[in-house]
Antibody
């Protein structure tokens, strides 16, 4: 079965970078589909952030484009999120997800707090 | 960017009732619309994609409809496990925005 698992620090200081890893098991991220980062803010608003396709193409939410990067390590079947210059507004639960027709598999989410 | 306006924001209903949640897009999204259910403390789960196709394992009491800019999720004969939050998401254009969510509560 396909499983996704987020990992990374739960606390990040303002102005620093947030780095998260999504480890995928049960499916190769180079076989097909788009591999996404999505976040959910306190108050429950959901925001799609970025994807990296099975071929390595990337797409970013225009509102984040200047400070976001999505990369991957195909040998470890992982993909990564880096968000630079974070503020308290970036406090959220971060999810990784696979998009086939829509987001059909999600990780359990990891909570990230931006605070000094 | 296309914005998604979801209504109602909250809904109270009883077991056995039928409810409808709607999403209106700010532009034509050509049926590239999905619906998710989220339970408290859990990640969202896919219910419907391409506006009307049920995801694997989703009960037939759920149905999606719509076209152009207007889409709906209908739940027939509400069951206790259906209570939670529901979100739409479009996949047209380059920013796949979500609706604001509908919290479905037990009356």
């Amino acid at each position: 079965d396909v499983q996704l698992q987020e990992s990374g620090p739960g606390l990040v200081k303002p102005s620093q970078s947030l780095s998260l890893t999504c480890t995928v098991t049960g499916y190769s991220i180079t076989s097909d589909y788009a591999w996404n980062w999505i976040r959910q803010f306190p108050g429950n608003k959901l925001e799609w952030m970025a994807y990296i396709s099975y071929s390595g193409n990337t797409s970013y939410n225009p509102s984040l484009k200047s400070r976001i990067s999505i990369t991957r390590n195909t040998s470890k079947n992982q993909f990564f999120l880096q968000l630079n210059s974070v503020t308290t507004e970036d406090t959220a639960t971060y999810y990784c997800a696979r998009r086939r027709h829509a987001m059909d598999y999600w990780g359990q989410g990891t909570s990230v707090t931006v605070s000094s | 960017d296309i914005q998604m306006t979801q209504s109602p924001a909250s809904l109270s209903a009883s077991v056995g009732e039928t409810v409808t949640i709607t999403c209106r897009a700010s532009g034509n999204i050509h049926n590239y619309l999905a619906w998710y259910q989220q339970k408290q403390g859990k990640s969202p789960q896919l219910l419907v994609y391409n506006a009307k196709t049920l995801a694997d394992g989703v009960p037939s009491r759920f149905s999606g409809s719509g076209s152009g800019t207007q889409y709906s999720l209908k739940i027939n004969s509400l069951q206790p496990e259906d209570f939670g939050s529901y979100y739409c998401q479009h996949f047209w254009s380059n920013s796949w925005t979500f609706g604001g969510g509908t919290k479905l509560e037990i009356k």
